[in-house]
């Protein structure tokens, strides 16, 4: 981030493109892009309110905006039409938005966000919707023109380095006592340890001792789908770098009380007490927006 804010050419974004799957999400980086001048494809649900808040952002910037239609442009005389119009259904009309995508902007490099976010079951589905248009495109556009980009969500497990898994235990090992009441009266449920136990590495590569660092900060609250749609987006992000040779963004973005989220009532109770427990913070959408956008720049 610091990089980004002391290099001001790199935020000159006129002549990138970047195709926004779920264009309109909280999370997205659709105002940043936009306010930086860059060419967004936008993919979004066909609601005339979505496609009017996307555009009136588009009209108020320096960037540009693309986006499907129904019907031949000409015909579509007012804003209210073209809004009617506009958009389509990652679920439905998948093959066609791929197939659009694949054509667009042909010869431009493109930079391919999955953003569309829905609760339950329904994740997973337009993850793999996702999934499927993203890997379309790095095989019908032209070799290396295509990055992935993702967020990866912080509720999920990851290889930390060994400092980061040191502090992880010396944090619960020195947790406050209300910390360990409360782990006691839920019976291990809350508060307990993220930091596993290291994974010998000798078995899988011949790492000659050498271990892996696990923290595992999958909430069960949040459920199976939600873990495998955002487990989807990392799967296709280490394909497309290895297999692919495509550039990829995968950043973990903070905790963010959009509403998305907070629209639970349980998960909001969390969220106004995350903060009471040190070192965690709830981050305000607008501030992940500028964070999260910042590493898609630098990435």
């Not at 990089?3 to 264009?23: C, N, Y």
């Not at 930079?111 to 337009?126: E, I, K, N, T």
């Not at 495998?228 to 905790?255: H, T």
Request: charged fraction near 20%; aromatic fraction near 8%; glycine fraction near 8%.
């Amino acid at each position: 981030i610091r990089a980004v804010s002391e290099t001001p050419e790199w935020l000159d974004l006129r002549g990138k493109v970047f195709v926004l799957l779920g264009a309109g999400s909280a999370m997205g980086p659709l105002p940043l892009l936009l306010s930086l001048g860059a060419t967004i494809v936008a993919v979004d649900l066909d609601r005339a309110p979505i496609w009017s808040r996307i555009v009136s952002m588009a009209r108020a910037s320096p960037g540009k905006l693309v986006f499907p239609v129904k019907q031949p442009r000409a015909e579509l005389a007012t804003d209210d039409a073209l809004f009617a119009a506009a958009g389509c259904n990652l679920f439905t009309h998948t093959p066609e938005i791929l197939a659009w995508l694949a054509g667009v902007l042909p010869g431009e490099p493109l930079v391919v966000g999955q953003y569309a976010y829905l609760d339950g079951a329904r994740h997973v589905q337009v993850a793999l919707a996702m999934d499927a248009i993203a890997a379309g495109l790095v095989k019908r556009r032209e070799k290396g023109s295509v990055t992935i980009a993702s967020l990866c969500t912080p509720t999920d497990a990851f290889s930390v380095p060994r400092d980061a898994y040191a502090v992880a235990l010396e944090r619960f090992n020195t947790a406050p006592s209300f910390d360990k009441a409360l782990a006691a009266m839920s019976g291990g449920r809350w508060c307990v340890k993220s930091a596993r136990r290291p994974v010998p590495l000798a078995d899988v590569d011949g790492g000659g001792g050498a271990e892996a660092y696990v923290v595992d900060n999958i909430a069960l609250a949040q459920g199976p789908n939600y873990t495998l749609a955002k487990r989807i987006q990392i799967w296709r992000a280490m394909v497309a770098r290895e297999d692919d040779g495509c550039a990829v963004s995968a950043n973990v973005a903070p905790a963010t009380a959009t509403q998305s989220v907070v629209h639970a009532r349980s998960f909001a109770w969390v969220y106004s007490g995350l903060p009471h427990f040190e070192p965690l913070e709830i981050f305000q959408q607008e501030t992940s927006n500028a964070v999260m956008g910042a590493l898609l720049v630098y990435d």
